[in-house]
């Protein structure tokens, strides 16, 4: 954590203006290695050297359907509506939105398949920060005959009714 905030330290260097940072509640929680969870080492960094930081990490981490649900509302939402283009250049971004499917378990529950360690931590990433900005109204229905991400229907406005088939676009 602490070599990876230094890193991010040095790639924002000269911003000016406030700093908001997304993520999970686990960061939370406290590490046995140290005195310090992740989160207070993050903060603690950040506010030495940019001074206003905005905290927008939930107490408790949002469904996995819900932070999906979020992430496709903004790509593309029920009423077409795009609030986030991902530049082809955010090449592991483009890919998890274009990869990244459900998995359903031997127990038949349903998850996001994490079996490619390359997989999911920016999507995750993105989900957090979606939840946050832009909660959900309603849920229409989720859906996806392929198992795709791509093929989730997203929350919708609460006058949409039935199922929305909107498709993630990077």
């Not at 070599?3 to 000016?16: N, P, S």
């Not at 971004?93 to 398949?113: A, E, F």
Request: net charge positive; aromatic share 6%; hydrophobic share 35%.
């Amino acid at each position: 954590t602490a070599d990876m905030i230094e890193r991010i330290c040095a790639l924002i260097d000269g911003h000016a203006g406030a700093v908001y940072v997304f993520g999970d509640a686990t960061g939370g929680h406290g590490d046995t290695r140290s005195r310090h969870d992740d989160w207070s080492i993050i903060f603690e960094r950040l506010r030495r050297q940019f001074g206003d930081v905005r905290a927008c990490v939930p107490t408790s981490n949002p469904a996995v359907t819900e932070r999906v649900g979020r992430v496709n509302a903004i790509c593309k939402d029920a009423t077409g509506r795009i609030r986030l283009r991902v530049p082809a250049s955010c090449v592991r971004t483009v890919r998890d939105l274009r990869t990244v499917k459900w998995r359903v378990s031997g127990h038949g529950s349903t998850d996001l398949d994490k079996r490619d360690g390359d997989l999911t931590h920016v999507s995750d990433a993105l989900g957090y920060m979606a939840h946050v900005m832009y909660p959900a109204v309603q849920r229409v229905g989720i859906g996806g005959a392929d198992g795709s991400m791509e093929s989730w229907s997203s929350e919708a406005p609460t006058d949409a009714a039935g199922y929305i088939g909107g498709r993630v676009r990077p």
